[in-house]
């Protein structure tokens, strides 16, 4: 059996909220063995010297969209685009993320095929090199909604309808999501993804947008109480967050329009947020040659709910809300630049132990893999990474990984400061 021991100058282990110093790992194969002070090896361990580094859990990226190679893509997707050009962009997004210091990515789903499950299956069989990928399923959304990408070309309406009716999730009506519930768990997709409200970035919805039915939200989730599946929801405003709450949704991504009263709903009932700071930074803290890359209409609704925003996040960051740590790269940074939501919680006051955890041990339990990885400690894979800047003090540190492994594996660390 392959061993190896890494030494730590300090390490996190996503389960005590501090430093402990001198630490060593005992990695047997795939999975932590050991993990403690002067551990004994066998004859022919390897020796990884981290004394110069502080060493914590695989990072885990839980708001993603891999399936483009440029962020400037994205809203071009839908036309120009075909599934292989998708599935390799979804490859080549895991195994930048990897070398970044991200073992574990979870995707929140795309409007078209991108094949993402045989991109998880390849990496899991060990033919493609990349994190692990946890995949929703496609966007479960309504025609015209901010899951639906065919606005982009809305001046040819034959065309935008026609492609419309190719999204296999994108419709009206109880019955229709009772069907799309049921084909994507047949897929394999590890849980559901709601578009269940406006959005920045799209031309002609809002963010506090209700965008499904009572009918058609009973539907989806009785329907996946049913079939035994888990769902989050893309949601800003508390008007739908606290109608998805009272449904019993396992989680929601974003909230940024978040008020204290929905706070309070989401820490009585547990439910997880994934709250993505990063794609609002530069509205929260006014940054116009950042919001000049994003589109007018990104632009003016950031503008009309700046106050809103800001209010929000102070409001999130002071609440005890189960947080995940979420990127949602879609404009101005790429996919795979996960650590700019470091800096993002960093530069907003928010506790760097608080951030650490959201980013391993809550994000393990939120894609449902904390039986697996997510916290350092026996009998788990070893998803081990190490930084060499401070990562109290500096709010670029986890955007300057210095190693990786992956279950045991060394794969090499890539700095992503000059991105």
Request: negative net charge.
């Amino acid at each position: 059996m392959d061993f190896k021991k890494i030494k730590c100058g300090k390490l996190y282990d996503g389960v005590k909220q501090a430093f402990q110093e001198d630490m060593e790992i005992l990695v047997e194969g795939r999975k932590i063995k050991e993990v403690g002070h002067n551990l004994p090896c066998p004859e022919g361990t390897e020796i990884i010297d981290l004394t110069d580094k502080t060493v914590t859990p695989g990072m885990i990226d839980a708001h993603m969209h891999p399936q483009y190679f440029h962020w400037k893509d994205v809203y071009l997707d839908s036309l120009y685009n075909s599934d292989g050009y998708r599935t390799l962009a979804v490859a080549t997004c895991a195994k930048r993320c990897l070398h970044s210091g991200f073992t574990t990515i979870r995707s929140l789903g795309w409007w078209r095929e991108a094949y993402e499950l045989d991109v998880k299956r390849a990496i899991e069989e060990g033919y493609v090199e990349g994190a692990r990928l946890v995949v929703s399923s496609h966007f479960l959304c309504s025609p015209g909604s901010h899951g639906d990408m065919t606005p982009t070309f809305r001046t040819n309406p034959y065309l935008a309808d026609y492609m419309t009716a190719q999204y296999p999730t994108c419709g009206n009506g109880a019955d229709f999501f009772v069907g799309a519930v049921r084909r994507e768990k047949k897929m394999g997709y590890d849980f559901l993804k709601i578009m269940a409200t406006g959005g920045f970035a799209t031309p002609y919805d809002d963010p506090d947008d209700i965008q499904l039915n009572d009918d058609e939200f009973k539907a989806i989730f009785e329907t996946a109480r049913e079939v035994k599946i888990s769902s989050t929801a893309h949601a800003y405003g508390p008007r739908l967050m606290k109608k998805l709450i009272g449904y019993g949704i396992t989680g929601i991504e974003h909230g940024s329009l978040m008020d204290k009263e929905t706070a309070k709903m989401f820490e009585d009932s547990g439910t997880y947020l994934v709250p993505t700071f990063m794609p609002y930074e530069d509205a929260v803290h006014p940054d116009e040659e950042s919001l000049s890359k994003k589109s007018v209409h990104y632009q003016r609704k950031l503008h009309i709910y700046q106050k809103q925003l800001q209010e929000g996040r102070e409001i999130i960051i002071n609440s005890k809300i189960k947080l995940g740590y979420g990127t949602d790269m879609v404009s101005v940074h790429n996919n795979y630049e996960s650590g700019w939501e470091y800096y993002a919680w960093h530069t907003n006051g928010m506790d760097p132990f608080r951030i650490l955890k959201a980013a391993t041990a809550t994000n393990a339990e939120i894609c449902e893999i904390a039986d697996k990885t997510g916290t350092i400690v026996p009998g788990k894979f070893a998803d081990i990474a190490a930084w060499g800047r401070d990562l109290i003090k500096d709010p670029h540190a986890l955007r300057d990984c210095a190693f990786v492994m992956k279950e045991g594996q060394v794969y090499p660390a890539i700095s992503r400061i000059n991105d």
